[in-house]
Nanobody
């Protein structure tokens, strides 16, 4: 069993930055791919960033590419999402996920409870 706990969300002005953290516990964490997704009210869950088990490969959709950076520290069982140049459209609940997947939520077995990010204009 894997447990994920996100932190670092909050309210920020457009153009600002936030760093989300996802603390993980459980067996075999270093073998899982990790990802961040987000969901705004009335919208489907959206892929934000992926990092493979070793941290050697990352992937982003065009909507956040160049602004967001995902990283992981397997020694600390923690995944990070550095978000820069935030826009009001980045407002959503952000979720951390662990599994064997890539860019689709169906590929991830474990999910955190989410952390709210609100970007004011």
């Amino acid at each position: 069993q894997v447990q994920l706990v996100e932190s670092g969300g909050g309210l920020v002005q457009a153009g600002g930055s936030l760093r989300l953290s996802c603390a993980a516990s459980g067996r075999g964490l270093s073998t899982y791919n990790m990802a961040w997704f987000r969901q705004a009210p009335g919208k489907e869950r959206e892929f934000v960033a992926h990092i493979n088990w070793s941290g050697g490969s990352t992937y982003y959709p065009d909507s956040v590419k160049g602004r967001f950076t995902i990283s992981r520290d397997n020694a600390k069982n923690t995944v990070y999402l550095q978000m820069n140049s935030l826009k009001p459209e980045d407002t959503a609940v952000y979720y951390c996920a662990a599994g064997r997947g890539y860019a689709y939520p169906q590929g991830y077995q474990y999910w955190g409870q989410g952390t709210q990010v609100t970007v004011s204009s």
